[in-house]
C-alpha cells in the first residue's frame, strides 16, 4: 500500500470567534480526485488554505507522501508540488496570460533580462501536453472567465504541482466549460496528478470524484466512496437534513409592467454592441428568466437597466419613468434592486464591516442616519443582527466581521439578504446561487419566490438552466444581444431553450 499523497491530522483553526477547523482529518491517495463538500462556512477554504500555507494552523499535523511537514507559505507548498486554483482568481488583469503563468519564475536571458520567447514557448508546451488550449500573448481583462481558469491552472503546472487544489472552480464556469474542466481533471489524473475539488455541484462529485470528504461546522462528518452514494446522501450528510431539490410555486398573477426594455443597444468592452436591439418586458409578480450562453449580452444587459454601462440608443422604462440616463442611485432609490453577478466587484466592500455592507444602500436614510446625519450604529448593527439570523448568515464575529473575512457563500447571503431586505418593485438577481451550498440554494430560491408572490417584478440571469427552469414564469433566451423566443416556463422544453439559445427562433 503506497502511502497516501496527503495527511492532515486533527488540524484546527481559529478566527475570531469561530473554529473554522476543528480536529479535521483528511486523506487523500495518490493519483485520486478527492471532493471536499460542505456548507457555506464549514470550513473547506480554510483547510486548504492551510494546505497551501496561506494560514498557518492552530493544532494538528501535515504529511505529504508520508513525511511530516511544516508549509509556512506558498512557497514551501510550492517547493512540496502543492498548488492552489483559489475560489476568487487572483490574475493581474493587464498583463498577458504568459506573464501571468511565469510570474515570479521568469526565465531571464544571458543579460539577465526577461526572455519573454522562452517563456511564451514554454506556455504552450504546457499548454499542448495537458490539451489546455490559450493564446499566450493574451491580456487577462480580455478572455472569458473559462480562459482565465486555465491560466491559473497552467500557472500551477508550470510550477511543477503534481497536487493540484481547486476551491469551487465550477462556480463561475458555464455547464459546457464545466464538461471542459472535468474532462480536463481526467487527463490530469491520468498524468498521474492528485486533485483535490471544493464544490457544491453534487453532479461534478459523482461525474468526477473518486472519494469524497464532508466537513459540517468545521468538523469532519465522514468520508465516503462516490460510486456508493448518490446525491440525496451527500446533500444529507452535509447539512443534516434532508433537502428539498424541487421548488414549490403557485401559479404567478402578474400585474403591470415594471420594467420595460425597448430596443436596447449597449457597446461591450470590444467595441461592438454586446446588447443589440433587445426588447424585453418584465410584470409585477413574475420572475421573467434570462438564458443563455456565457457572453451573449447578459452581463451588458444588466449592466446597462443598472447604470454600470451607458446606453447607446433604445430605452428601459422602470415603472414608465425612462431610467436610461440615471445615475445608479437614482435607479435604486427608484425601486431597483440588484444582485451582480460579481460580488466582489460590484456587490460589496470587502474591507468594510458586514453590518456597513448590509446598509449600502440605505444608510443615508432613517434609521440608519440621524436627521443630523449622524450614522446610528446601534441600528445599523441591530439590523445586521436580524438578517442574519433571517438568511442564515455565517459570520464569526456578527455584525463586526470584515466582509473580506467571510467565505465566499456567506458573501454571497449577505449580499441577496441585502437586496431583498429593500424589497425593490424590481429585482434583478444575476447568478444568485453562485457559489452556495444546496441548503442556502433552497433557501435563497424560495425567498426569491416569495418576492413574486408578494407582487414584485424579478428578473434572472442564469447559466444555470436548471435553476431558469424550475424558478422562472418566463424564459426569454438571448442570443448575440437579441431575445430570439419569450415561452412559458410551464410549457418550455429543455432542446426547444437550448436550440433558441444558439439563435434559432421558436
Ligand atoms: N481570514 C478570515 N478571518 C476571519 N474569519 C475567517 C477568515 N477566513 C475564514 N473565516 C471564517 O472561517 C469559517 C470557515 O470559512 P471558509 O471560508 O473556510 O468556509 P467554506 O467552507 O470555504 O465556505 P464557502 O462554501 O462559503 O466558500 C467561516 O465562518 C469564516 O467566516
Ligand atoms: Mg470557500
Known amino acids: 500500500m503506497p502511502s497516501p499523497a496527503i495527511e492532515m491530522i486533527g488540524i484546527t483553526k481559529i478566527f475570531p470567534g469561530v473554529v473554522a477547523n476543528d480536529g479535521v482529518n483528511l486523506e487523500v491517495a495518490e493519483g485520486e480526485i478527492h471532493a471536499l463538500l460542505g456548507e457555506n462556512g464549514a470550513g473547506k477554504s480554510t483547510l486548504m488554505s492551510i494546505l497551501f500555507g496561506l494560514y498557518e494552523s492552530d493544532g494538528g499535523i ?30 493581474v488583469h493587464n498583463f498577458t496570460i504568459t506573464e501571468n503563468i511565469i510570474l515570479g ?76 474542466l472535468l474532462a480536463i481533471f481526467n487527463r490530469l489524473k491520468a498524468e498521474g496528478k492528485t486533485i483535490i ?31 456508493d452514494t ?22 404567478p398573477s402578474p400585474g403591470e409592467v415594471i420594467l420595460k426594455i425597448e430596443d436596447l443597444t449597449v457597446i461591450g468592452s470590444k467595441g461592438t454592441p454586446a446588447v443589440n436591439g433587445l426588447s424585453l418586458e418584465v410584470r409585477a409578480g413574475e420572475i421573467v428568466g434570462v438564458a443563455g450562453v456565457d457572453g451573449n449580452g447578459q452581463s451588458e444587459l444588466v449592466a446597462a437597466i443598472s447604470g454600470l454601462l451607458p446606453v447607446k440608443s433604445g430605452r428601459v422604462l422602470l415603472k414608465d419613468r425612462d431610467i436610461s440616463r440615471e ?38 436614510k432613517s434609521p440608519y442616519s440621524s436627521r443630523f446625519g449622524f450614522l446610528r450604529f446601534s441600528r445599523i448593527a441591530d439590523h445586521a443582527k436580524t438578517l442574519i439570523g433571517e438568511f ?44 452556495l451550498d444546496v441548503g442556502a440554494i433552497e433557501y435563497i430560491h424560495r425567498r426569491i419566490v416569495e418576492e413574486r408572490d408578494k407582487g414584485r ?19 426569454a433566451a438571448v442570443s448575440k444581444g437579441r431575445v430570439v423566443g419569450v415561452v412559458p416556463a410551464e410549457t418550455a422544453d429543455e432542446r426547444q431553450i437550448g436550440a433558441m439559445m444558439a439563435g434559432v427562433e421558436a
Not at 471544493?198 to 462516490?226: F, N, P, Q, S
Not at 455584525?399 to 449577505?414: D, E, L, R, V
Open 457 to 475: 417584478a424579478v428578473l434572472l440571469v442564469s447559466f444555470e438552466l436548471d435553476e431558469i427552469m424550475a424558478l422562472c414564469d418566463r424564459i
Open 197 to 227: 475539488l471544493i464544490t457544491h455541484k453534487l453532479r461534478e462529485i459523482k461525474a468526477a470524484a473518486d472519494r469524497c470528504t464532508v466537513l459540517r461546522r468545521g468538523k469532519c462528518a465522514g468520508t465516503v466512496m462516490v460510486k
Open 230 to 251: 448518490d446525491e440525496r446522501k451527500l446533500a444529507e450528510m452535509m447539512v443534516g437534513r434532508a433537502v428539498n431539490f424541487r421548488i414549490e410555486k403557485k401559479p
Open 105 to 180: 519564475l521568469e526565465p531571464k536571458n544571458r543579460l539577465g533580462n526577461l526572455d519573454i520567447k522562452t517563456a511564451e514557448e514554454k506556455v504552450v508546451r504546457l499548454s499542448e501536453t495537458y490539451g489546455l488550449a490559450v493564446d499566450p500573448k493574451a491580456k487577462i481583462e480580455n478572455i472569458t472567465v473559462g480562459m482565465q481558469q486555465r491560466v491559473e491552472i497552467l500557472k500551477i503546472l508550470y510550477r511543477s504541482a503534481d497536487i493540484l487544489i481547486f476551491d469551487e472552480p465550477t462556480a463561475v464556469l458555464t455547464p459546457q466549460e464545466v464538461d471542459e
Open 327 to 364: 445615475s445608479i442611485r437614482r435607479r435604486n432609490e427608484g425601486g431597483m434592486g440588484l444582485v451582480p453577478e460579481d460580488r466582489h466587484k460590484h456587490g460589496l466592500i470587502l474591507a468594510f464591516r458586514l453590518d456597513e455592507n448590509l446598509v449600502l444602500k440605505s444608510y443615508r
Open 392 to 435: 442564515d448568515i455565517r459570520a464569526g464575529n456578527g455584525p463586526a466581521t470584515s466582509a473580506g473575512g467571510m467565505s465566499g457563500g456567506n458573501q454571497q447571503k449577505a449580499v441577496i439578504a441585502r437586496e431583498i431586505d429593500l424589497s425593490p418593485d424590481l429585482l434583478i438577481v444575476s447568478q444568485p446561487t453562485r457559489g
Open 62 to 91: 501535515i504529511k505529504i507522501r508520508g513525511r511530516e511537514v511544516r508549509i509556512r507559505g506558498p512557497n514551501d507548498a510550492t517547493v512540496l508540488g502543492i498548488g492552489m486554483v483559489h475560489q476568487h482568481f487572483k490574475l
